[in-house]
Nanobody
Framework: QVQLVESGGGLVQPGGSLRVSCAASGFTFSNYAMSWYRQGPGKERELVAS????????NYAYSVKGRFTISRDNAKNTVYLQMNSLKPEDTAVYYCNAVLVDLHTTLWGQGTQVTVSS
């Protein structure tokens, strides 16, 4: 069964750091680009970061550029989002995403809650 499972969310103070992880299974992880999205309370889901299949290229939303880093470990079938200098506006459910175009499938994880608050 193809699936994505996020973990690592939690409560962190402003200025703090957190790393969320997404474990993939059921497909050839290394063939696909991966992305992180987030959805804050009362907000639309937005793309936060993406990474190419081999990890050579990354893209970030303007709001997180310089603070967040997306990475992947294809040997572990895992994509990460390192979040530094966290702000209250980063509070959201963070979702892992993969578009498996050749399988006509878009995958979403269940999400992991990140709350930035003092």
């Amino acid at each position: 069964q193809v699936q994505l499972v996020e973990s690592g969310g939690g409560l962190v103070q402003p200025g703090g750091s957190l790393r969320v992880s997404c474990a993939a299974s059921g497909f050839t992880f290394s063939n696909y680009a991966m992305s992180w999205y987030r959805q804050g309370p009362g907000k639309e889901r937005e793309l936060v970061a993406s990474i190419s299949s081999a990890g050579g290229r990354t893209n970030y939303a303007y709001s997180v550029k310089g603070r967040f880093t997306i990475s992947r470990d294809n040997a572990k079938n895992t994509v990460y989002l390192q979040m530094n200098s966290l702000k209250p506006e980063d509070t959201a459910v963070y979702y892992c995403n993969a578009v498996l175009v050749d399988l006509h499938t878009t995958l979403w994880g269940q999400g992991t809650q990140v709350t930035v608050s003092s």
